[in-house]
């Protein structure tokens, strides 16, 4: 089964070639389609240099910086594999943990796989607010569409890509991820969910989501209750 790995990234120049090393690492046949989002501070450079050290890796450089779910949807284009999954490029998620995921695409009629850090006890927690903020994310999806969900706002989505291309997807930043989890449950799809490894970062050491975007993604769940 070939996993399609989509890194979207915006200036992340401390952290990109480590973990492009860490998904290379993986024992899976992939392809990492990284699609940088008009960075300024030398990713761009270092990507231009990675791509030509190995023949399963694309680079996609953004104009300008549109959003990691405009990323996102900008690989997903590109993607030739029957799994795609979400990597932030940041550290925070390990890509050990693709096999536990496509361990569950081995029965066909799973389309969707979620990486839930809440079912894994021996994660670090993130700094409290955030950590709320996720927890009340994931809560209003249960509420809104009847599912049984521990970690909405999870990185680690992964889908197949014939069902993924399937749903329409408006979104350009963080939004995205609540519009394609309320498409998918507004379906009847089951989002089938596994316990992840989690190494949280702060704000300072260069975490982009702020609770305004937690604002967002609850009136974005909202919005795909009522519309499609």
């Known amino acids: 089964m070939k996993l399609s790995v989509i890194i979207p990234c915006y200036n992340e120049r401390a952290t ?41 890796i694309q680079v996609i450089l953004q104009p300008q910086n549109y959003g990691k779910g405009y ?66 994310v994931t809560f209003i999806t249960n509420i809104l569409f009847g599912s049984n969900l521990t970690d909405e706002p999870t990185c680690y989505k992964a889908f197949r890509l014939d069902f993924i291309k399937s749903v329409p997807m408006v979104g350009t930043g963080f939004e995205l991820e609540p519009e394609i989890t309320a498409k998918i449950l507004k379906r009847g799809v089951k989002i089938y969910e596994v316990p992840i490894s989690y190494f949280p970062r702060k704000a300072e050491e260069g975490k982009k989501i702020k609770w305004k975007d937690g604002l967002l993604a609850i009136w974005t769940l909202l919005k795909y209750r009522i519309k499609d």
Do not use: C, H, M
């Open 16 to 56: 990109i070639r480590e973990i492009i090393k860490r998904v290379q690492e993986v024992p899976v046949k992939k392809e990492i389609i990284v699609v940088d989002d008009g960075s300024t501070d030398g990713t761009r450079e270092i990507l231009q240099e990675i791509k030509n050290e190995f023949d399963n």
């Open 71 to 136: 990323a996102f949807r900008t690989g997903l284009n590109v993607a030739s594999g029957e799994v795609v999954i979400i990597q932030d490029a940041d550290l925070e998620y390990d890509p050990n943990d693709y096999l536990k995921i496509l361990e569950l695409f081995k029965n066909p009629e799973v389309k969707v796989v979620y990486g839930s850090r809440i079912l894994n006890p021996a994660n670090e927690k993130s700094y409290l607010s955030f950590y709320l903020g996720g927890r009340l």
